[in-house]
């Protein structure tokens, strides 16, 4: 079964709506990460998680919270989602001992109208 | 950036011939992957070469890495149509925490 899921697969949400996506590992991974994929701009790096109750800042944190309650999951939070925040999401996961190969999930595509 | 500008591109080949992708990172690094993203799919990790590695090999696929010019490839050997992906290298930053994806190299397969 897969071992990194998320959801939803798509969503549309409206500019200053809330959006929250979910990512669940089954990896038993410490660190997780959030990623958007823009044409051109490869995958860029949101916030990231060493373990439950940590977060961390990415590369492209400004318009974006993470949460990350337990080891298995790791939520990524747009609080007023505006239209420049359409992209395709990704979540990973990573193990703190082999950390350089990440796991990633299906991804989800959000657009904000 | 962390990368060089011929990460930018895309190639078109026929089923059955050889092709190499090359990538340039600015930064150093302890490892250098390439990962594998198929359309609609999230990317996968192909092969992982470390700096004190030259070159490694996993089936039809080979990866060198030159850290004198701070410089990878990745090869592909006798390539099936299914082979058709975005294919990323990505180095590692911070010692473990943080992989830097460059923008990729668009690979199409035609049968």
């Known amino acids: 079964e897969a071992a990194v899921t998320q959801s939803p697969r798509n969503k549309v949400a409206v500019t200053g709506g809330k959006v929250t996506l979910s990512c669940n590992q089954t990896n038993n991974h410490n660190n997780m990460y959030w990623y958007r994929q823009d044409t051109g701009h490869g995958l860029r790096l949101i916030h990231y998680s060493y373990g439950a109750g940590s977060t961390e800042k990415g590369d492209i944190p400004d318009g974006y919270k993470a949460s990350r309650p337990s080891q298995e999951n790791f939520s990524l939070i747009l609080e007023l989602a505006t239209p420049s925040q359409t992209s395709v999401y990704f979540c990973?996961?990573?193990?703190?001992?082999?950390?350089?190969?990440?796991?990633f999930g299906p991804g989800t595509r959000l657009t904000v109208l | 950036s962390q990368w060089g500008e011929e990460n930018l591109q895309a190639l078109s080949i026929q089923e059955g011939e050889d092709v190499t992708m090359n990538c340039s990172y600015k930064?150093?690094?302890?490892?250098v992957q390439w990962y594998r993203q198929k359309s609609g799919k999230g990317p996968a990790q192909l092969i992982l070469?470390?700096?004190?590695?030259r070159e490694k090999r996993s089936g039809r696929l080979r990866a060198t890495l030159d850290t004198s010019s701070q410089s990878s490839s990745l090869s592909i050997t006798g390539t099936l149509a299914t082979d058709t992906a975005v294919y990323f290298c990505a180095t590692d930053e911070t010692g473990g925490y943080k992989v830097v994806f460059g923008s990729g190299t668009r690979l199409l397969v035609s049968p």
């Open positions: 930064t150093y690094t302890t490892v």
């Open positions: 070469i470390r700096s004190n590695e």
């Open positions: 990973a996961s990573g193990d703190r001992c082999n950390y350089a190969e990440q796991f």
